[in-house]
């Protein structure tokens, strides 16, 4: 099953994706278009959204860095998330902007000292994020610092969540970036260097993992700018296609 | 009442910077930080009415570093600092548990996420006079410091994040981090307070004992 948080009536309600896509059932089980939906990123409130950096070899490679022993873990939060079909703003001053599409898991559970052979039975779904980077603004202080990766509307998220039996191995995925049409990301999920059942595993190992949670997993190499106008689309084999537009801010 | 993240910022000392300064500029921070350094304190972190602290048996000790938390009202976007607290809805002491460590240069979320990392006193109504944060340990007083101490005070803090990312209204904003900040280990109960401000007291327990 697929399901999206949109926004019905005033109100963000979670319809269930039919007919390959091209339609929503509401909670009370009207239908409508999905071309008519307002998509939100489909976050539940207060979770918390733990993301990856460097957890694919060939993008820590073309960055100059080596793969971390550990996960290079950070967090994100708030205003940050936008939904499918959204507009992500780039700053005036922004000329090194790039997308980064990453599988994201969500937690089912909770989960607390998981072994890796158990963790996947506590991931109920994934999503997909484009998780910009803007690198002028880049620091060596908590690095990623979040005036890089936590500013408004620069993580779309969705366009659903897509349950995890659905979707099997997550570790067995292609996943592209395409902006304006064309590709300039084409990964696989099988070269991340921690895979999602290791990242519970770490996670969980020192704090505990609720139900809601997502953590997003990384990107493979492929570093492109993007300029306002530029339409940019995310898709992961089994999950979906994340549409994005950037804009001026 | 918070609805939206915990939002803290470290190197705001401005004793603990003047004390950085050199290393700031050598490998691996190479420039002294520009914008504010911020990190996030998920919700498994949130401890209220007393809850004590678990603590694993790898952690000695911990540093509990206790500041001022802000509760947006409003959001703030773009603000400037004179807008600042017309958005701040309440405030209460807090003590922001971590896992010491020396280095800046990554995310320090293992050392500063982890369940009750972030004990909470009661909001009270916000006001802009707020008296130095004393640390009690066992009783004793272990640390004092004055707010004066911030490198970028309160309204210039906000303002200033406010310019790339807005502190949506239902988020708490943390004010701070003495750079020497006390430390304490398992079996000891802290308590926060300053005037005009409800008190906070926590204890830290072998985990065991706590869960």
């Known amino acids: 099953m697929k399901r999206a948080r949109i926004a019905w009536e005033g109100r963000p309600v979670w319809a269930q994706v039919i007919e390959d896509g091209a339609a929503?059932?509401?909670?009370?089980g009207a239908r409508i278009d999905a071309a008519s939906a307002d998509w939100l990123a489909p976050t539940t409130p207060g979770a918390t959204a733990f993301a990856l950096g460097l957890n694919y070899a060939d993008h820590s490679a073309e960055l100059g860095f080596r793969a971390p022993q550990t996960p290079l873990?950070?967090?994100?939060?708030?205003?940050?998330?936008?939904?499918?079909?959204?507009?992500?703003?780039?700053?005036e001053d922004a000329r090194q902007m790039h997308p980064e599409c990453e599988l994201v898991a969500v937690i089912g559970k909770p989960a607390k000292r998981v072994s890796r052979a158990d963790a996947l039975d506590y991931v109920s779904g994934y999503t997909i994020a484009c998780d910009y980077a803007i690198r002028e603004y880049l620091e060596n202080y908590y690095r990623p610092n979040l005036r890089v990766k936590n500013r408004d509307g620069t993580t779309p998220l969705g366009p659903w969540i897509v349950d995890a039996a659905d979707v099997g191995d997550p570790q067995a995925l292609a996943l592209t970036t395409r902006v304006n049409g064309v590709e300039v990301q084409a990964g696989t999920t099988a070269d991340m260097v921690f895979g999602v059942a290791a990242l519970i595993e770490h996670l969980s190992e020192?704090?505990?993992l609720a139900p809601g949670d997502m953590i997003l997993t990384g990107t493979p190499h492929g570093?492109?700018?993007?300029?306002?106008?530029?339409?940019?689309?995310?898709?992961i084999e089994k999950v979906g296609r994340l549409v994005n537009r950037v804009a001026t801010a | 009442m918070i609805s939206g993240a915990a939002y803290g910022v470290v190197l705001n000392d401005a004793r603990q910077r003047e004390r950085l300064a050199e290393a700031f500029c050598a490998p691996p921070y190479r420039a002294p930080p520009k914008a504010p350094v911020l990190y996030i304190k998920p919700r498994n972190c949130f401890r209220f009415g007393g809850a004590p602290v678990p603590l694993p048996p790898e952690l000695a000790e911990v540093e509990v570093a206790a500041t001022l938390g802000l509760l947006l009202a409003r959001d703030l976007a773009a603000a400037e600092p004179a807008d600042v607290w017309a958005s701040v809805g309440a405030m209460c002491l807090a003590i922001d548990v971590c896992e010491p460590h020396d280095s800046f240069y990554r995310p320090a979320v293992r050392q500063r996420c982890r369940d009750g990392f972030l004990p909470l006193?009661?909001?009270t109504a916000s006001s802009p006079?707020?008296?130095?944060?004393?640390?009690?340990?066992?009783?004793?007083?272990?640390?004092r410091w004055s707010l004066d101490r911030l490198h970028r005070p309160i309204e210039t803090l906000a303002a200033e994040i406010s310019a790339f990312m807005t502190l949506c209204a239902g988020d708490l904003l943390l004010v701070g981090l003495a750079g020497d900040a006390p430390r304490a280990r398992a079996g000891?109960?802290?308590?926060?307070?300053?005037?005009?401000?409800?008190?906070?007291?926590?204890r830290l327990e072998a985990e065991s004992e706590a869960t």
Request: aromatic letters at 6%; glycine letters at 12%.
């Open chain 1, 24 to 28: 929503l059932r509401l909670p009370h």
């Open chain 1, 206 to 208: 020192f704090m505990t």
């Open chain 2, 188 to 202: 000891q109960t802290v308590t926060v307070r300053a005037r005009g401000l409800p008190s906070l007291t926590t």
């Open chain 2, 129 to 143: 006079q707020v008296g130095e944060i004393i640390t009690d340990i066992d009783g004793g007083e272990a640390h």
């Open chain 2, 121 to 123: 006193g009661p909001f």
């Open chain 1, 223 to 235: 570093v492109h700018f993007v300029a306002a106008g530029d339409e940019v689309v995310c898709e």
């Open chain 1, 73 to 91: 873990v950070f967090l994100k939060a708030g205003a940050t998330f936008t939904g499918h079909k959204g507009t992500t703003p780039i700053p």
